[in-house]
């Protein structure tokens, strides 16, 4: 069974940094491209950061204006694992993040997976 799982997230002050983690587990032959997602209360989720395969850690970036200059999404292939640096957290920054694989290449066939998501706040 594939599994993402998600870590890093949690409480902090406007300013500061974190770093989320999600690895995916199971049978998994390639992961096209890995993401990040966030959903705020009363909003729709958004894509936060989402960065292809190429190499060893990752092809094509891609960020949602919000966080671009701030946030740095990376992967490391070999470990099936995704990160998500976060600096100059904003309040608005503040709400569940998913970590998400499309194009995931396993022994389940090709399919779309999400993490449970992980809550982070950001207080002011």
């Known amino acids: 069974q594939v599994q993402l799982v998600e870590s890093g997230g949690g409480l902090v002050q406007a300013g500061v940094s974190l770093r989320l983690s999600c690895a995916a587990s199971g049978r998994i032959f390639s992961i096209q491209t890995m993401g990040w997602y966030r959903q705020a209360p009363g909003k729709q989720r958004e894509l936060v950061a989402a960065?292809?395969?190429?190499?060893?850690?990752?092809?094509?970036?891609n960020y949602v204006d919000s966080v671009k200059g701030r946030f740095t999404i990376s992967r490391d292939n070999a470990k099936n694992t995704v990160y998500l640096q976060m600096n100059s957290l904003k309040p608005e920054d503040t709400a569940v993040y998913y970590c998400n694989a499309q194009n995931a290449f396993t022994i389940e066939g090709m399919r779309e997976y999400w993490g449970q998501g992980t809550q982070v706040t950001v207080s002011s």
């Open positions: 960065i292809t395969s190429g190499g060893t850690s990752g092809g094509f970036t």
